[in-house]
T-cell receptor, first 115, second 114 residues
């Protein structure tokens, strides 16, 4: 079955710096890749997603890139702010289903932005 | 819009006792998911409903877990009997459809089995 690996598990950056989180997946049929942000004790919230027919997507300070050949995708946050501090999860929708909610999640990255 | 509503927020029970979680999805959302999130890990899918039909329950431990979604709206997830290893956050999510719309998560129910 699908397996999603996420690195690093923790990331600490200075405010204003960029942060990059990387994920790899095993199922070449996976075709939907969302990123969720989860603050302590709160629900996961979708921040950006990408489908396999697109190589890059950007939304203000957040961007996601996808390399289908290498089976990896990355989250890029520029000009980080303290409120970006949270746990970030990548996910993949396996089996080519494109199902936006049937997801295999990575292990999470705890991002700390120091003021 | 209230979002996905779950109750209770917290539950502490002794092992071997039964427990139930309730989820009210966003109005009009046909697809509903139950996930389990262990401490420090990503959520894991337990079961997915399309309206009232469970279409993907391969990850649900059927010896002690059960779920239902009567009338295709609210859903309950039950554990009987609970074991120490069931301690986790149980998340419910819903989406309008399964292909083109975002899945929204509820706040979750934090279960502690002692």
């Amino acid at each position: 079955g699908e397996n999603v690996e996420q690195h690093p598990s923790t990331l600490s950056v200075q405010e204003g710096d960029s942060a990059v989180i990387k994920c790899t997946y095993s199922d070449s049929a996976s075709n939907y890749f969302p990123w969720y942000k989860q603050e302590l004790g709160k629900r996961p919230q979708l921040i950006i997603d990408i489908r396999s027919n697109v190589g890059e997507k950007k939304d203000q300070r957040i961007a996601v890139t996808l390399n289908k050949t290498a089976k990896h995708f990355s989250l890029h946050i520029t000009e980080t702010q303290p409120e970006d501090s949270a746990v970030y999860f990548c996910a993949a929708s396996p089996y080519g289903s494109g199902n936006t909610g049937k997801l295999i999640f990575g292990q999470g990255t705890t991002l700390q932005v120091k003021p | 819009e209230a979002g996905v509503v779950q109750s209770p927020r917290y539950k502490i029970i002794e092992k071997k006792q039964p427990v139930a979680f309730w989820c009210n999805p966003i109005s009009g959302h046909n697809t509903l998911y139950w996930y389990r999130q262990n401490l420090g890990q990503g959520p894991e899918l337990l079961i997915r409903y399309e309206n009232e039909e469970a279409v993907d329950d391969s990850q649900l431990p059927k010896d002690r877990f059960s779920a239902e979604r009567l009338k295709g709206v609210d859903s309950t997830l039950k554990i009987q009997p609970a074991e120490l290893g069931d301690s986790a956050v149980y998340l419910c999510a819903s989406s309008f459809d399964r292909l083109n719309t975002e899945a929204f998560f509820g706040q979750g129910t934090r279960l502690t089995v002692v």
